[in-house]
């Protein structure tokens, strides 16, 4: 997580944006106190990318502090860092001054993206049910198959990456007998393996045959490494009463259990079975070194013991949030135990001395809030290291903790450091790391990156430019190379061959990343599309798996203009800015005149684009902002009043008028709601009815007629989709065959808007009848995948799939295929497509939509009865996609007119229109 806050009013000049690639990027982060704009230009590129950062607390330390006076410099600071100047890399680093806004609060962003997660899918409730995932997993696997369901079907999903970077990694394991083999677990994107030690770009996901996402332990048997445990599930905080208030699961995904192999992956059985407890999660495994079938496990429940290779456990340690575990390698009747996390109940350091059939806890030791991390030291395993760190979320400071050491397995401690290095999320990110014979190098991963050549009692943090990135989950020694380290954290995973002075990224192939809804395409080009990512910056597809970045933030939608793609436009998290890009991407600029600083706005704050006049846009924070030129300047809607207190979450706006727009808010001062306007925000429409108190997740509006919208909810048990005909009155509750999970997509082909696809937390679902029948649209994608946005790409009439878990797939949409079921649609040349006018009769407008397979010349021209010519709405080249005229006759007679479109000279269809006055 990129832990900002931003906020600036400029003293001289606009601000200017773009995400940069992760030596740049990791610049920023924490770079606190006054504004600085970056302009970055990167030599083997060749392009300028500009970035604005704000914020107001010291960048480091409880106490640190910095003053700028000028309004402008173009100096490099020591703050900065003399590592700026790279041989491909210069810097133009601009001074602004920090607006009173900008005294927030200081909070971990970190909490902030797991928790809207865990929101969407447990509210009204407190968490997640608890076996409601697994039995949708298996209801899936029993759904007909694509070529039993449907009449016809396009090639399997494929992936277009990003492959050039990696989402949020939690574990990571080398094999002790072939350290080239190494897997990783993923937040969300599951388990992987590299065969190359990550340095071939050869990572691939592991099957299981179960619906694994989030993958926080990995232990693998010394003495038969064909054995493999896995634990899953990313939980955070424990869903009970603390301090007398009911706090919500943090967590990042499901949990299963354990799983096991004995084939080295081939296959995989249950071991822990927790498919009827997904709340849960395994937080370590430890194999016993001289007997392999005790193993023990770390979970939110407390720490498990099994004594015959997990066919069975027993809970040895009834303490909530276990977190890490050691076992003594001479001595393995000696045990440590670590519990806790925000403060949960049992929380500390616990001994056993029988083989971990009972623990006690050890006196003498500080209280503490967050994660309490363990290190052995390899040369002499009695010595032991214990980092221990407070949450400190929502304090203005940082986290306390300390580093100690034992040097008798446990029984005493001594304060090796008390230095402040946890930030703001010692409950997420921490590890301690020793080199295995030198125990004066110790490498310590909070929010930032530490190395310390005295055993632990000084340690300096790595410059941006040279650290890997933030958040920093775990590590794995390398078995016969004492300087080989590996750590993992919110960017992927990360090798040093001198113990963590420097890292090499082997991230090349990870398909990880975590896209959220707002992904946006060209209608253009089917090579360009942006999305804004998890823990990173934005990304921008350009024909390539290897993405550059783009947009500016890891949270909020994205637009792109549909008759122009020179014009993008992004969110940052909270709907804190907006920006926009003039030049396909490369540079952003601040865009937000008539939008005030920090109102509030949902993590992944909406923002869309109308079709049918793209001066027009829309933004949503609790109030709604409409744009009339391109986002030049913006206005309240609603006469400036929110639509109910609550932030917007979802929104789509008409492809057939610029005014019509649909709105769902997400609970925050009462429950969540469903708004309609069709006077541009004048005034808006509760129409929500009886749809499920639960978080509309994404909206979809037919492109052809929109009195019919589609809704998705999160959460189970609940109305997967809702449908109206009749824009909003009533509502059509869809649910089976559509899994019992979180619905978070829907998109319409506008080549055939009977084709509806849903995205969930399973993967993607198609209905060929307008929601009335479904099949499973999986093929080609892993066993689960959690889907952040469905979205059309006209241009080459397919779909994009934006997974919140695995990057980015494409696929041809179903009416790319000529199954010959469409009377009409057979006697059409080249697929162009005339629709029917709606509404139809009118008076005295209409609106004429029509489908383009590829770009050409198009005029749509309007004709009385007589045949004599009335008007030439459309004479122009326009792109593939949907299209849409309007046709105003407040001037003609009352009676039938015929309008005709032809492309490239050539008649495609006429059809007829009904004036009455």
Same mark, same amino acid.
């Given at each position: 997580?990129?832990?900002?806050?931003?906020?600036?009013?400029?003293?001289?000049?606009?601000?200017?944006?773009?995400?940069?690639?992760?030596?740049?990027?990791?610049?920023?982060?924490?770079?606190?106190?006054?504004?600085?704009?970056?302009?970055?230009?990167?030599?083997?590129?060749?392009?300028?990318?500009?970035?604005?950062?704000?914020?107001?607390?010291?960048?480091?330390?409880?106490?640190?502090?910095?003053?700028?006076?000028?309004?402008?410099?173009?100096?490099?600071?020591?703050?900065? $860092?003399?590592?700026?100047?790279?041989?491909?890399?210069?810097?133009?680093?601009?001074?602004?001054?920090?607006?009173?806004?900008?005294?927030?609060?200081?909070?971990?962003?970190?909490?902030?993206?797991?928790?809207?997660?865990?929101?969407?899918?447990?509210?009204?409730?407190?968490?997640?049910?608890?076996?409601?995932?697994?039995?949708?997993?298996?209801?899936?696997?029993?759904?007909?198959?694509?070529?039993?369901?449907?009449?016809?079907?396009?090639?399997?999903?494929?992936?277009?990456?990003?492959?050039?970077?990696?989402?949020?990694?939690?574990?990571?394991?080398?094999?002790?007998?072939?350290?080239?083999?190494?897997?990783? $677990?993923?937040?969300?994107?599951?388990?992987?393996?590299?065969?190359? !030690?990550?340095?071939?770009?050869?990572?691939?996901?592991?099957?299981?045959?179960?619906?694994?996402?989030?993958?926080?332990?990995?232990?693998?048997?010394?003495?038969?490494?064909?054995?493999?445990?896995?634990?899953?599930?990313?939980?955070?905080?424990?869903?009970?009463?603390?301090?007398?208030?009911?706090?919500?699961?943090?967590?990042?995904?499901?949990?299963?259990?354990?799983?096991?192999?004995?084939?080295?992956?081939? +296959?995989?059985?249950?071991?822990?079975?927790?498919?009827?407890?997904?709340?849960?999660?395994?937080?370590?495994?430890?194999?016993?070194?001289?007997?392999?079938?005790?193993?023990?496990?770390?979970?939110?429940?407390?720490?498990?013991?099994?004594?015959?290779?997990?066919?069975?456990?027993?809970?040895?340690?009834?303490?909530?949030?276990?977190?890490?575990?050691?076992?003594?390698?001479?001595?393995?009747?000696?045990?440590?135990?670590?519990?806790?996390?925000?403060?949960?109940?049992?929380?500390?350091?616990?001994?056993?001395?029988?083989?971990?059939?009972?623990?006690?806890?050890?006196?003498?030791?500080?209280?503490?809030?967050?994660?309490?991390?363990?290190?052995?030291? !390899?040369?002499?395993?009695?010595?032991?290291?214990?980092?221990?760190?407070?949450?400190?979320?929502?304090?203005?400071?940082?986290?306390? $903790?300390?580093?100690?050491?034992?040097?008798?397995?446990?029984?005493?401690? +001594?304060?090796?450091?008390?230095?402040?290095?946890?930030?703001?999320?010692?409950?997420?990110?921490?590890?301690?790391?020793?080199?295995?014979?030198?125990?004066?190098?110790?490498v310590r991963g909070t929010m930032y990156?530490?190395?310390?050549?005295?055993?632990?009692?000084?340690?300096?943090?790595?410059?941006?430019?040279?650290?890997?990135?933030?958040?920093?989950?775990? &590590?794995?020694?390398?078995?016969?190379?004492?300087?080989?380290?590996?750590?993992?954290?919110?960017?992927?995973?990360?090798?040093?061959?001198?113990?963590?002075?420097?890292?090499?990224?082997?991230?090349? !192939?990870?398909?990880?990343s975590q896209f959220y809804n707002g992904?946006?395409?060209?209608?253009?080009?089917?090579?360009?599309?942006?999305?804004?990512?998890?823990?990173?910056?934005?990304?921008?597809?350009?024909?390539?798996?290897?993405?550059?970045?783009?947009?500016?933030?890891?949270?909020?939608?994205?637009?792109?203009?549909?008759?122009?793609?020179?014009?993008? &436009?992004?969110?940052?998290?909270?709907?804190?800015?907006?920006?926009?890009?003039?030049?396909? $991407?490369?540079?952003?600029?601040?865009?937000?005149?008539?939008?005030?600083?920090?109102?509030?706005?949902?993590?992944?704050?909406?923002?869309?684009?109308?079709?049918?006049?793209?001066?027009?846009? &829309?933004?949503?924070?609790?109030?709604?902002?409409?744009?009339?030129?391109?986002?030049?300047?913006?206005?309240?809607?609603?006469?400036?009043?929110?639509?109910?207190?609550?932030?917007?979450?979802?929104?789509?706006?008409?492809?057939?008028?610029?005014?019509?727009?649909?709105?769902?808010?997400?609970?925050?001062?009462?429950?969540?709601?469903?708004?309609?306007? +069709?006077?541009?925000?004048?005034?808006?429409?509760?129409?929500?009815?009886?749809?499920?108190?639960?978080?509309?997740?994404?909206?979809?509006?037919?492109?052809?007629?929109?009195?019919?919208?589609?809704?998705?909810?999160?959460?189970?048990?609940?109305?997967?989709?809702?449908?109206?005909?009749?824009?909003?009155?009533?509502?059509?509750?869809?649910?089976?065959?559509?899994?019992?999970?979180?619905?978070?997509?829907?998109?319409?082909d506008p080549f055939n808007t009977n084709?509806?696809?849903?995205?969930?937390?399973?993967?993607?679902?198609?209905?060929?009848?307008?929601?009335?029948?479904?099949?499973?649209?999986?093929?080609?994608?892993?066993?689960?995948?959690?889907?952040?946005?469905?979205?059309?790409?006209?241009?080459?009439?397919?779909?994009?799939?934006?997974?919140?878990?695995?990057?980015?797939?494409?696929?041809?949409?179903?009416?790319?295929?000529?199954?010959?079921?469409?009377?009409?649609?057979?006697?059409?040349?080249?697929?162009?497509?005339?629709?029917?006018?709606?509404?139809?009769?009118?008076?005295?407008?209409?609106?004429?939509?029509?489908?383009?397979?590829?770009?050409?010349?198009?005029?749509?021209?309007?004709?009385?009865?007589?045949?004599?010519?009335?008007?030439?709405?459309?004479?122009?080249?326009?792109?593939?996609?949907?299209?849409?005229?309007?046709?105003?006759?407040?001037?003609?007679?009352?009676?039938?007119?015929?309008?005709?479109?032809?492309?490239?000279?050539?008649?495609?269809?006429?059809?007829?229109?009904?004036?009455?006055?």
């Amino acid at each position: 997580m990129m832990q900002r806050d931003w906020s600036a009013q400029p003293i001289n000049g606009n601000l200017v944006r773009k995400s940069m690639n992760p030596v740049s990027h990791r610049l920023l982060k924490e770079t606190e106190v006054f504004v600085i704009i970056i302009r970055h230009y990167h030599g083997r590129h060749g392009f300028l990318a500009e970035f604005e950062h704000s914020s107001c607390v010291p960048a480091r330390g409880p106490n640190r502090s910095f003053t700028l006076e000028n309004s402008m410099s173009r100096r490099s600071s020591a703050f900065l $860092g003399v590592a700026i100047f790279l041989s491909t890399l210069s810097v133009e680093v601009m001074l602004y001054k920090p607006t009173e806004d900008c005294k927030r609060e200081r909070i971990s962003e970190a909490m902030r993206a797991l928790d809207f997660w865990t929101a969407s899918r447990t509210y009204p409730d407190a968490e997640i049910p608890a076996d409601r995932y697994f039995k949708a997993y298996l209801d899936v696997r029993e759904m007909r198959s694509e070529t039993d369901a449907l009449v016809s079907v396009p090639a399997p999903w494929t992936s277009i990456g990003p492959t050039n970077f990696a989402g949020r990694t939690l574990a990571i394991a080398i094999n002790p007998r072939n350290p080239n083999t190494i897997y990783i $677990g993923t937040a969300a994107g599951g388990l992987w393996c590299s065969h190359t !030690g990550g340095l071939g770009a050869d990572w691939q996901r592991v099957a299981t045959g179960f619906p694994v996402l989030g993958v926080n332990a990995i232990a693998i048997q010394a003495t038969d490494t064909s054995t493999i445990y896995v634990g899953t599930g990313e939980v955070y905080r424990y869903c009970c009463a603390i301090g007398g208030l009911v706090l919500r699961e943090t967590r990042g995904s499901y949990g299963l259990g354990i799983l096991k192999t004995t084939n080295s992956g081939a +296959t995989w059985t249950k071991s822990l079975d927790w498919t009827c407890n997904q709340r849960r999660g395994v937080e370590c495994i430890r194999i016993n070194p001289l007997n392999p079938f005790t193993v023990f496990a770390a979970t939110s429940e407390g720490v498990y013991r099994s004594t015959d290779g997990g066919a069975t456990w027993l809970l040895v340690l009834n303490a909530l949030m276990a977190q890490d575990i050691a076992i003594n390698p001479v001595d393995t009747t000696l045990v440590l135990a670590t519990c806790g996390n925000f403060a949960s109940t049992g929380r500390g350091v616990y001994r056993s001395t029988n083989g971990g059939v009972s623990f006690a806890v050890i006196g003498g030791l500080p209280s503490f809030t967050g994660k309490a991390m363990l290190e052995m030291y !390899g040369a002499n395993p009695r010595r032991v290291y214990l980092s221990l760190a407070d949450t400190a979320v929502g304090l203005s400071s940082y986290g306390t $903790g300390s580093l100690r050491r034992s040097t008798n397995f446990g029984e005493t401690w +001594t304060v090796v450091s008390n230095e402040a290095v946890y930030g703001v999320q010692g409950w997420y990110s921490q590890f301690v790391a020793v080199h295995p014979t030198d125990s004066m190098q110790v490498v310590r991963g909070t929010m930032y990156l530490y190395k310390s050549t005295n055993g632990g009692v000084s340690s300096y943090e790595f410059p941006y430019l040279s650290s890997p990135w933030a958040d920093y989950h775990s &590590y794995a020694h390398h078995p016969t190379n004492p300087n080989i380290l590996y750590i993992v954290d919110d960017g992927g995973v990360w090798r040093s061959t001198n113990f963590g002075t420097t890292y090499q990224s082997v991230n090349g !192939g990870l398909l990880t990343s975590q896209f959220y809804n707002g992904f946006s395409c060209s209608a253009q080009d089917s090579n360009r599309a942006l999305g804004q990512v998890q823990d990173h910056f934005g990304w921008m597809y350009m024909g390539s798996a290897a993405w550059p970045s783009g947009a500016v933030d890891e949270a909020g939608w994205t637009a792109i203009n549909q008759s122009n793609d020179m014009l993008m &436009y992004a969110v940052e998290r909270d709907g804190d800015s907006l920006y926009r890009s003039t030049n396909r $991407g490369m540079s952003f600029f601040v865009s937000m005149s008539g939008v005030p600083p920090y109102t509030t706005g949902a993590w992944n704050s909406p923002l869309v684009i109308s079709k049918s006049n793209p001066n027009y846009l &829309y933004f949503g924070r609790a109030i709604i902002y409409r744009s009339t030129n391109a986002g030049a300047y913006w206005y309240a809607t609603n006469g400036g009043a929110s639509l109910d207190g609550n932030p917007a979450l979802s929104m789509a706006v008409s492809a057939t008028s610029q005014d019509t727009v649909f709105v769902g808010t997400a609970p925050g001062s009462g429950r969540p709601h469903i708004f309609r306007t +069709t006077n541009a925000g004048t005034s808006w429409t509760n129409v929500t009815g009886d749809l499920p108190n639960r978080y509309p997740v994404d909206i979809a509006i037919d492109p052809i007629d929109s009195r019919i919208v589609y809704v998705a909810f999160g959460g189970f048990d609940t109305t997967r989709l809702a449908k109206s005909t009749n824009a909003g009155l009533t509502w059509t509750h869809i649910n089976s065959p559509l899994p019992n999970v979180p619905t978070t997509a829907v998109a319409i082909d506008p080549f055939n808007t009977n084709h509806v696809y849903v995205g969930n937390d399973l993967g993607v679902f198609v209905s060929a009848d307008a929601g009335s029948t479904w099949a499973s649209f999986n093929d080609g994608l892993f066993e689960a995948v959690m889907v952040g946005d469905l979205v059309i790409s006209p241009s080459n009439r397919s779909i994009k799939l934006a997974t919140h878990s695995n990057g980015v797939f494409t696929r041809k949409l179903l009416s790319s295929l000529p199954t010959g079921v469409e009377e009409e649609r057979r006697s059409l040349p080249d697929w162009f497509m005339l629709h029917q006018n709606f509404p139809n009769p009118f008076n005295p407008t209409t609106h004429i939509p029509y489908s383009l397979s590829r770009s050409g010349r198009v005029a749509l021209k309007v004709f009385d009865i007589a045949g004599r010519g009335v008007v030439t709405l459309v004479d122009q080249s326009q792109t593939a996609g949907l299209h849409i005229a309007e046709f105003e006759a407040t001037s003609l007679a009352s009676g039938v007119y015929v309008y005709r479109l032809e492309v490239e000279g050539r008649v495609i269809a006429c059809r007829k229109a009904l004036l009455l006055r």
